[in-house]
């Protein structure tokens, strides 16, 4: 996850860059530090420093670095002669390489060549089951060949070897949210939240996945999941302050009678109704109106 300070320095750079100010091999390199792919971005001031042989001889062992990522971003412009003049020259300089034997999974994937990048892919893996890279390529791919399940299979079967990565549980989990599979979402949910327990967005997921289980025990978890997020966040997510007044409002048709549950919901309804009213004021006052309206709806005492 890019910190702020780090974005803030790659949109100051990348303006910089843009203006003519130079440091284009600085931009270039952080984007590679924080995993970032501005593919058009890439090839605009990439290219131009492997076509110019003194630029291209300063960079060092890092002129080999530029190549892969022009040639990442190459096929990801669908600029296949491009990114097939890198993989040679790669190849050339690092003949047997895995790592380019990635890329050439990878264009083949470009090409929509699926068969051939599965079997490619498969070989890969043969020489190192615990290559992340390939993994999570075909995950990628089973993605855009629309199969959803297939994709589930590969991450499951991933994950039972990377259990701490978090960004692949969270892939999961909105895969199976895509499929209406919530039980399985909230499975995935639960272990973020358990490797992460501060991160706000997890809770938000969370919470939303087991409002739309629904039922009394699950409404009463999932409010206790969007409370979290609003501590979290310090009480300026406004969708956790609206998954709060749906949830509270469920809870009170569902729990008529119960004193307790009654009670609480409604305090907690009442203060994010408050915060919500506040914040769109401050923010979007033209829309407030119809945010009141959708409150009254749930019944809520404003």
Not at 88 to 96: E, I, M, N, Q
Request: proline share 3%; charged share 25%; net charge neutral.
């Amino acid at each position: 996850m890019v910190s702020k300070t780090e974005e803030e320095q790659l949109n100051r750079l990348e303006n910089q860059v843009d203006n003519g100010g130079g440091g284009a091999w600085e931009y270039l390199s952080l984007l590679i530090k924080l995993k970032i792919r501005r593919s058009d971005k890439v090839l605009k001031y990439g290219v131009p420093i492997l076509n110019d042989h003194k630029k291209r001889s300063a960079l060092g062992p890092e002129e080999w670095t530029l190549y892969e990522q022009v040639c990442i971003a190459a096929m990801d412009c669908h600029q296949l002669d491009l990114s097939k003049d890198c993989i040679k020259v790669l190849k050339k300089k690092f003949p047997g390489s895995r790592r380019v034997g990635r890329l050439e999974a990878m264009f083949l994937e470009a090409k929509g060549l699926w068969s051939e990048a599965e079997e490619a892919y498969t070989s890969l893996l043969e020489d190192n089951q615990f290559d992340q890279v390939v993994h999570k390529r075909r995950v990628a791919m089973a993605k855009a060949q629309g199969n959803l399940s297939g994709a589930i299979e590969l991450l499951n079967k991933y994950l039972e070897i990377f259990m701490a990565d978090h960004e692949a549980w969270r892939e999961l989990a909105e895969t199976y949210v895509s499929l209406q599979m919530y039980k399985q979402a909230a499975f995935c949910y639960e272990e973020l939240i358990l490797a992460q327990p501060t991160v706000p967005l997890y809770h938000l997921a969370y919470a939303d996945v087991l409002y739309t289980i629904g039922g009394l025990e699950n409404l009463q978890a999932a409010k206790k999941y969007y409370a979290a997020a609003i501590d979290l966040t310090g009480g300026k997510n406004v969708r956790a302050l609206f998954g709060m007044c749906l949830c509270a409002s469920a809870i009170g048709h569902l729990a008529k009678g119960r004193n307790k549950e009654d009670k609480e919901s409604l305090e907690l309804q009442t203060l994010s109704a408050v915060a919500l009213e506040k914040d769109y004021k401050q923010t979007s006052p033209s829309k407030l109106p119809l945010v009141s309206s959708c409150l009254r709806s749930l019944k809520v005492p404003l």
